[in-house]
């Protein structure tokens, strides 16, 4: 398997104003992700995982390290491109859909393709599978207020995928969805992931990462652990994890 | 306990200064300015002056206007500011306040605002009036008193008013309060909004009214007429301006999101559907702006125009230094000619441009349909007051020996029914004229006629008639006499001349000599025993009686001035809390376009050219507005005797000019604000 992203020695701290107090978000991070993987990065509130994905999606400079993207240092882009790299090789699904409500969903979907200058009728032809995979082909004109969390988060990630992106950052993406919608929305990234679609997503949730196969836990900065899937189902996935961030709680050596 | 209420009241004020202090402070405006109209209209000292009581009765009609003005204005700044705290007072009632307790802390809110602005108000008023009482005496050429003018009853007036308007302020602040529910009164801020829906009908209709509105505002020819017309255009103007702006800016981009191959292009996929919610949210606060701004610019170029024509006005209105106007058959006219000369030489004047003619001014009601002046008294009370002065023409014979010898040209004429014809407003629609059952040919129309200052103070239309000689006119005199009897016209006789050297420098020597004619023939006709007893005609001196001319124009000049001022603080305020509201309303579309691959240049790109679109569409349409308005205001002006188009033009465009550098400043002002929102 070839490798899609490369992360090397990531550092990031935070200064404030005056300079008097650092604060380090990440002290030590490397990791790297295969084309196809599906990688869930778990921790606690301030154990630098947004921090790391902010800086997987390029909206953030990491201190010291590398990150590269099939071999290109996405923290050396300059500004100017950085918005179109992100458009083009990059789609994400946040906690909170950040879906504009002037927009009907198909136009927050066509968002991205719009922004890269692609014609109507090659958007249309794209969307048109993708709406009836995610299930929201009767709801693409409606608009965002109209619609549940759950359907939010569909087009949400309709948007993400329609780019046809090499990597997706879902950021907390069942953080604000009831039970049922959470478990449809994993069983959705199980199923495009399956088709090849390499996904990274950072979450809290159990839940969440056992269906992921691998979860990394993040602690202090650093990637204090992880653990793959192999063959085991979802529900020993789940086992696994609790206990792992059991361990995590009370203070335990992982490794022992 | 009792002391919670005061204090939440000071420190919300506190807190909320960014919106709050630009609300203290138009009211302080609104405020300072109604005390100075008030002042002013009470202030003994200008009704001393040349024209003052004119000045006043402007300023009592400015009082109305800026209380109007104030209480629409105070009320749309604070249902603004409410909307932004509704989330606040949810929070207060979910942690446990009543509605009542919040009302208490509202009261003393507005108590305390209350109490702020009117004391600021009224000291910058009284500053203000000192410094607008010395700019209307030096207008005037009045004398300045030292000290301060208080107005008592101004400063009553001034609590009074703005006590009402605060009280209902309150009431309303309160109702919005318990019809609201607590979690509403929390959401109220994040709700969904729905698109824009189209409203077909209302945009055409305001197309429809815009339309007709300019064509009765290009079209009308007489403006004392066309008085009544106007009013019904301004007010179609301002339907169409809130209609087109409400209803006329979505149907607009509805059909341009139609458009596909437009709509889903990077340049205006974002600004199209973001403008729609711009437009149904601000439309009317746009319209409002746009309708200020007209105003804004109709006033203060019209009022500026009149303020430097002055000196043509006084010239069209006084067209010689000295006329003398009397029946024509007066045996005294020469006597009076002889009392002139010898009250010019006493003072060491020389005449020069001297010019005397007759002529015969008839009214009559002008049937365009039948083309033919009507000359039954009747037909004239069958008439309305606008229609009288649409219809009613005055009509001027001369003998064409006066019109050459007047004007140095040698028309001719060779029949007795040929005319030659000159129109000071309306045109003549034919080339006859029927008056007094007689038909007369108009074989040529004249481009300039004897100077009349009669004409120029007669509003409505004239028709000035040269006649073959003394034969014809005499001829339609006897007419005249015979149709009208006892109010028939005369023929009349004038003399004017003007002062060789500068009239300034002359000017005491002319106001002697004046004087001296005048009590020589005042005296005269009351003794009836002196040489003069029984003269029929009067005479005008412009130096003397031109001294009083055009202060009631001034005062015009000044109102303009200062309810431009007024209007222009009113779209300052109204920008900024529009860039405000916007600021807080993008920030959550702003971090989400970044998010999804638009840069942060991008972003701040395509924001600012709908803001920009956003803040300078109703300029345009003022600045439209405006162009439409000029031909009509332009007529009235020719009412005022002021007929340089070229003035009026250069006024308005300088105004328009000077108003959107003012503008564009403002707007740059406001902008930095709404970029310090949307970064935070």
């Known amino acids: 398997m070839t490798v899609l992203l490369e992360v090397k020695n990531l550092q990031k701290v935070y200064t404030t104003r005056f300079g ?138 309709a948007r993400a995928l329609i780019t046809s992106p090499q990597l997706i950052l879902a950021d907390e993406p069942t953080g604000a969805l009831d039970s049922r919608s959470a478990d449809d929305l994993l069983r959705l990234f199980t199923e495009i992931n399956r088709e090849g679609q390499t996904i990274l997503m950072v979450t809290h949730s159990i839940k969440a990462a056992s269906h992921a196969r691998r979860v990394l836990f993040i602690s202090d900065g650093t990637v204090f652990h992880q653990i793959y899937r192999g063959n085991s189902t979802t529900e020993e996935m789940f086992q696994k994890i609790s206990d792992t961030l059991t361990t995590m709680a009370t203070g335990g050596d992982i490794n022992d | 306990m009792t002391r919670l209420y005061p204090s939440m009241a000071f420190t919300n004020i506190k807190k909320s200064r960014r919106t709050y202090i630009p609300y203290m402070v138009s009211c302080i405006l609104t405020i300072s300015i109604y005390y100075i109209i008030c002042s002013l209209a009470d202030n003994e000292n200008i009704a001393l002056l040349w024209g ?175 008085f009544a017309m106007y009013f019904v255009a301004v007010i179609l103007v301002i339907a169409g301006t809130y209609l087109l702006f409400t209803a006329g800016s979505v149907a607009l981009l509805k059909l341009l999101k139609k458009n596909k191959g437009y709509y889903y292009k990077t340049k205006h996929f974002i600004s199209v559907s973001s403008m729609m919610y711009r437009m149904k949210r601000n439309a009317v606060g746009l319209a409002n702006i746009c309708i200020l701004s007209t105003m804004v610019l109709v006033m203060v170029s019209a009022t500026l125009s009149i303020y430097l024509g002055l000196d043509d006005s006084l010239d069209k209105r006084y067209p010689a230094e000295f006329s003398i106007s009397s029946m024509a058959d007066d045996p005294l006219n020469n006597d009076v000619s002889e009392l002139l000369d010898k009250s010019l ?145 005369f023929i009349n006789y004038y003399y004017l001349t003007d002062i060789a050297g500068d009239p300034e420098e002359n000017k005491t020597a002319i106001e002697n000599a004046f004087n001296d004619i005048k009590t020589q023939l005042n005296d005269s006709q009351q003794s009836g025993d002196s040489p003069y007893a029984g003269f029929t005609g009067a005479i005008e001196c412009r130096s003397v009686e031109g001294e009083s001319f055009g202060k009631d124009l001034t005062g015009l000049f000044f109102i303009g001035i200062f309810l431009g001022l007024l209007f222009i603080m009113a779209t300052v305020l109204i920008m900024y809390y529009k860039q405000l509201t916007e600021g807080y309303e993008d920030k959550k579309r702003f971090e989400i376009l970044q998010n999804v691959g638009m840069s942060h240049r991008e972003v701040k790109k395509s924001i600012n050219s709908q803001i920009l679109t956003v803040f300078f569409l109703p300029l345009i349409t003022a600045g439209i507005h405006v162009a439409f308005n000029f031909p009509f205001i332009f007529r009235v002006l020719t009412l005022l005797n002021l007929f340089n188009m070229k003035l009026f033009a250069l006024c308005t465009i300088g105004c328009f000019l000077v108003f959107t550098i003012f503008y564009i400043i403002v707007y740059k002002m406001t902008s930095r604000l709404y970029y310090r929102i949307v970064k935070k």
């Open chain 2, 52 to 226: 003052g009581n004119i000045i006043q009765s402007y300023m009592g009609f400015g009082q109305i206007i800026v209380s109007i003005f104030a209480f629409i204005f105070l009320f749309y700044i604070n249902s603004f500011l409410l909307k932004r705290r509704r989330s606040e007072f949810g929070l207060y009632n979910i942690l446990g306040m009543e509605k009542r307790h919040i009302t208490k802390v509202i009261i003393f809110e507005t108590f305390y605002t209350y109490i702020t602005v009117m004391i600021l108000g009224i000291l910058c008023g009284i500053l203000l009036d000192k410094l607008m009482y010395l700019i209307l005496a030096k207008m005037f050429g009045g004398g300045i008193p030292i000290g301060f003018y208080i107005s008592t009853s101004a400063i009553s007036k001034s609590f009074g008013l703005f006590g009402i308007i605060f009280l209902l302020i309150l009431f309303n602040s309160i109702r919005q309060i318990y019809k609201a529910k607590p979690v509403e009164l929390l959401k109220s801020e994040s709700t969904g909004e729905r698109e824009p829906k189209v409203k077909w009908i209302l945009a055409a209709l305001g197309v429809a009214c815009l339309g007709s509105g300019y064509y009765i505002a290009v079209t009308t020819e007489n403006p004392v007429a066309a």
């Open chain 2, 345 to 489: 030489s006493k003072e060491g004047l020389k005449k020069k441009n001297e010019i005397s003619y007759k002529d015969l001014s008839v009214s009559a009601v002008y049937e365009e349909k039948e083309d033919r002046f009507i000359t039954d008294p009747d037909s004239y009370t069958s008439l309305s007051a606008f229609q009288t002065y649409d219809k009613l023409a005055t009509l001027v014979f001369v003998t064409l020996d006066d019109y050459n010898r007047c004007m140095r040209t040698d028309e001719t004429i060779n029949s007795e029914s040929d005319v030659l014809v000159y129109s000071n407003r309306a045109q003549l629609e034919t080339d006859t004229i029927n008056i007094f059952n007689t038909k007369l040919n108009v074989i040529k129309t004249l481009d300039d006629f004897m100077v009349s200052g009669n004409m120029a103070a007669n509003i409505s239309n004239g028709y000035f008639v040269v006649v073959k000689d003394d034969t014809v006119l005499n001829d339609i005199y006897k007419k005249n006499v015979k149709a009208y009897g006892e109010y028939s016209s």
């Open chain 1, 20 to 157: 008097e107090n650092n604060v380090t978000a990440l002290s030590n991070v490397s990791l790297s992700v295969e084309k196809g993987e599906y990688i869930a990065i778990m921790g606690e509130s301030g154990s630098g995982k947004t921090t790391l994905l902010n800086i997987l999606a390029a909206l953030d400079k990491p201190t010291r390290g590398k990150v590269l993207l099939n071999g290109k240092d996405i923290t050396a882009i300059s500004e100017k491109e950085i918005s179109a790299f992100r458009r083009n090789n990059l789609g994400f699904v946040f906690q909170d859909f950040n879906l504009l409500d002037t927009f009907n969903l198909k136009d927050n979907i066509f968002l991205p393709l719009v922004l890269s200058g692609k014609k109507y009728n090659e958007m249309n032809k794209r969307l048109k599978p993708l709406a009836s995979k995610l299930g929201i082909t009767d709801l693409l004109y409606k608009y965002p207020y109209e619609v549940s969390g759950g359907q939010k988060q569909r087009a949400a990630v």
